[in-house]
C-alpha cells in the first residue's frame, strides 16, 4: 500500500507564490515517478507538471515558466513551487504516483488565487 499526503494549499492573491508538497510512505519501491494534476469546479483533472525517478521534469503550457516541480533529497517528497498565481490556477492539486505499474493519488490540497 502507498499513501500520498498533501500539505501547503491555500489562498493567495493574485501574482503572489504558494509552494505544495507531497509525502509518499509505504511500500513506494525505488522506482517511480510523481506528478501534480489540478481539477477545477466543472473541469476534467488535468496534468500541470511531472517528474521523473532520473529528475527529468515535464510542464503543461500552462505551468511552463511559473510553476518548478522538485523532489526532496529522500526523493519520496514531491514539491510544486507556484509562482505568478492566476485566478485560473484556483484548483484542487493532487499529487500522482507513478511505479510498479501502478498509479497512486493524494486527497488532494486546495488552492485558490482571489483577491
Known amino acids: 500500500q502507498v499513501q500520498l499526503v498533501e500539505s501547503g494549499g491555500g489562498l493567495v492573491q493574485p501574482g503572489g507564490s504558494l509552494r505544495i508538497s507531497c509525502a509518499a510512505s509505504?511500500?513506494?519501491?525505488?522506482?517511480?515517478?510523481m506528478a501534480w494534476y489540478r481539477q477545477a469546479p466543472g473541469q476534467q483533472r488535468e496534468l500541470v507538471a511531472k517528474i521523473t525517478n532520473t529528475g527529468t521534469t515535464l510542464y503543461d503550457n500552462s505551468a511552463y515558466g511559473r510553476f518548478t516541480i522538485s523532489r526532496g533529497a529522500a526523493q519520496n517528497t514531491v514539491y510544486l513551487q507556484m509562482n505568478s498565481l492566476k485566478p485560473e490556477d484556483t484548483a484542487v492539486y493532487y499529487c500522482?504516483?507513478?511505479?510498479?505499474?501502478?498509479?497512486?493519488w493524494g486527497q488532494g490540497t486546495q488552492v485558490t488565487v482571489s483577491s
Open positions: 509505504g511500500s513506494v519501491g525505488s522506482v517511480y515517478d
Open positions: 500522482k504516483l507513478t511505479g510498479g505499474g501502478n498509479d497512486y
